[in-house]
């Protein structure tokens, strides 16, 4: 399971780091990122680290959030900063064992099954 932390409420312009932790096994081969979603409107990947190392942040929150990955393969992280109103949401991680690149790459990771409970942001 995918087990997720560090969301709370921040300012505008503030910081927040999430944390999503794999249980029982590891991101190594996986495909994994987060995705946003807020009630009434469609999931929205964020960033996304892929199953070779490269990684992908979407338009919206590029030179503004970080995506990481330790080296033991078993935490992802989401490093955001200059927070926005519109950045606030329910943050979920999610990872699949399937390859993955490029920005398809935000597309896939709203539909894995597998996935955190989900950490809510709020940016006012």
């Known amino acids: 399971q995918l087990v997720e932390s560090g969301g709370g409420s921040v300012q505008t312009g503030g910081s927040l780091k999430l944390s999503c932790e794999a249980s029982?096994?590891?991101?190594?081969?996986?495909?994994a990122g987060w995705f946003r979603q807020v009630p009434g409107k469609e999931r929205e990947g964020v960033a996304t680290f892929h199953t070779h190392g490269g990684t992908w942040l979407a338009d919206s929150v590029m030179g503004r959030f970080t995506i990481s990955r330790d080296n033991a393969a078993r935490t992802l992280s989401l490093h955001m900063d200059n927070l926005k109103p519109e950045d606030t949401a329910m943050y979920y991680c999610?990872?699949?064992?399937?390859?993955?690149?490029?920005?398809?790459?935000?597309?896939?990771?709203?539909?894995?099954?597998?996935r955190g409970q989900g950490t809510q942001v709020t940016v006012s």
């Open positions: 029982g096994f590891t991101l190594l081969s996986f495909c």
């Open positions: 999610a990872a699949g064992p399937v390859y993955c690149s490029g920005r398809d790459a935000l597309q896939r990771v709203v539909r894995f099954e597998l």
